[in-house]
């Protein structure tokens, strides 16, 4: 079975620090990356996916995220991090058989 | 605003109460879904329909009955709960089930069960 790994529970970061959140995932198969955002009291939006092609995937809000198929990760990042990223970020992986398992979500405080 | 609305936002239950979560998409999307978010625990998919009929069903208890009448509404049904399903419930929305197709979250509804 599919599983998805956030190994970091809670980052703070500066306003305008570089911002990188892991993602680990163990599967067969290629399978299909995203992450997303919820702020408090909101469901979840998408910032980015990823399913081939392409390592370095482009999202909204400045973020990307690079699939690296030898270390299993989908390491999501933005340069310059604003107070309004203040949230929380979860990776998700979609499998063949249309499975989504999320991870347990990486809480960002930013510091002013 | 992402186009899908969920009501109530918040729900306080008895375990011996009947009440009905609703969800609705202005987007034109066919299949919809429910999510589970509890505290402490990774996001759970509950239920997927897809053009109206159910097509997923993630061992969920029978005290959980989602209806999904039009493909624009989507209710999830809820009686004799436990506290332990106190938690957020997720609605979302994609253009197909395709699991490329980008899914569209509401805002939740909070539910306490006591």
């Known amino acids: 079975a599919q599983s998805v790994t956030q190994p970091d529970i809670h980052i703070t970061v500066s306003e305008g620090a570089s911002l990188e959140l892991r993602c680990n995932y163990s599967y067969g198969a290629t399978p299909y990356l995203f992450w997303y955002v919820q702020s408090p009291g909101q469901g979840l939006q998408l910032l980015l996916k990823y399913f081939s092609g392409d390592t370095l995937v482009q999202g909204i809000k400045g973020f990307e995220a690079e699939f690296k198929r030898s270390q299993s990760s989908f390491n999501l990042r933005k340069p310059s991090v604003h107070w309004s990223d203040a949230a929380e970020y979860f990776c998700?992986?979609?499998?063949?058989?249309?499975?989504?398992?999320f991870g347990d979500g990486t809480t960002l405080t930013v510091k002013p | 605003e992402t186009g899908v609305t969920q009501t109530p936002r918040h729900l306080v239950m008895g375990m011996t109460n009947k009440k009905s979560l609703k969800c609705e998409q202005h987007?034109?999307?066919?299949?919809m879904y429910w999510y589970k978010q509890s505290a402490k625990k990774p996001l759970e998919l509950m239920f997927v329909?897809?053009?109206?009929?159910?097509?997923e069903n993630n061992s969920v208890p029978s005290r959980f009955s989602p209806e999904c009448p039009n493909s624009s509404h989507l209710f999830l049904h809820l009686h004799t709960l436990q506290p332990e399903d106190s938690a957020l419930y997720l609605c979302?929305?994609?253009?197909?089930?395709?699991?490329?197709?980008?899914?569209?979250f509401g805002p939740g509804t909070r539910l306490l069960v006591l």
């Open positions: 329909y897809s053009l109206e009929e159910r097509v």
């Open positions: 979302a929305s994609s253009r197909t089930r395709d699991r490329a197709e980008t899914q569209y």
């Open positions: 998700a992986v979609d499998t063949n058989a249309g499975k989504s398992t």
């Open positions: 987007l034109g999307h066919n299949a």
